[in-house]
């Protein structure tokens, strides 16, 4: 019985040790845990002191607002690219984008920065908070990193890193993960799916960022920042070899990707008579069988 017959025989927990609902939930998980994994609620949350901590150039203030027009106008981008393009694609820019940026983010910190202290947020009273206000708005610079001639001619690389890698989050790993959730996810468990998911994301979302500066303490800023590129990769590699493509396909289409191959493709006979004539009086015929849906050209 298909267990769209048996919907309403089957327990939540049950519903699951069928194939076409379990290997999309592994899915779903898998596309919400390395959203999250590459870091960007951590380096949202914490830009402005990243900023200011990596020595940059460019101003805490300025460069949130680069960071915000570059995510508004790749989000526009990614919306109009992800039925043409096609979501894996999507996604492996994405995440190449976010391994390249995270790495040079690694590599600067490790050469030139100069600061080597947490990011972690002020303590909150009411003097840093105004100390922070200032900062934010470039009203004063008693506190800033001193710039060096060697920290001055690479001090964009920070905002440069991080306005990189939102582009690619808004194009790939932002908006698709959602969206392919809601494709692969069956009828009869999709809201299922969809909450499990949904709660395996903030999750992580929290985890990634409340463990933020302790990483940091931990591994250094670098050693961070390294961290989240490698995270990036294997997201590359989940893309490649286990997603499958959802563009153009019909919710009937992407069903029976999740289906076994006998209930998918079933089986077609074709017989196939070969005649070799050995001499004038003598002849062999082979008859053989083969599935001829099984050939791939």
Partial sequence: MHPS????KLGPMRMFLHR?????LILSIGLMVFQQLSGINAVMFYSTL?????????????????????QWIATIVGASLVDWTGRKILLIISGTLHVVSMLVFGIYYTSYSQDQSPIVPMETTSSSLLMNTLETFNLTTTILPIETSET??????????MVIFIIGFSIGWGPVPWLMVSEIAPQESKSLITSIS?????????????????LQDSLTKQGVFYLFSA????????????????????????????????????????????????????????SFGFNSDAIDF
């Fill in 5 to 8: 017959q048996s919907k309403g």
């Fill in 152 to 161: 001055s001619s690479f001090g964009w690389i920070p905002v440069s890193c």
């Fill in 20 to 24: 076409q609902n379990l290997q999309p």
């Fill in 198 to 214: 949904s709660c395996s994301n903030w999750m992580f979302a929290f985890l990634v960022t409340k463990t933020f500066p302790q």
């Fill in 231 to 286: 995270l990036s990769l294997l997201s590359i590699l989940f893309t490649i070899f286990m997603l499958p493509e959802t563009k153009n396909k019909s919710t009937e289409e992407i069903r029976k990707l999740f289906e076994p191959r006998s209930k998918a493709e079933p089986v077609k006979q074709t017989t196939m008579s070969v005649t070799q004539t050995l001499s004038s009086d003598t002849s062999w015929e082979l």
């Fill in 50 to 70: 990243i900023i200011k901590e990596s020595s940059s150039t460019i101003s805490a203030f300025l460069g949130t607002i680069v960071i915000g027009v570059a």
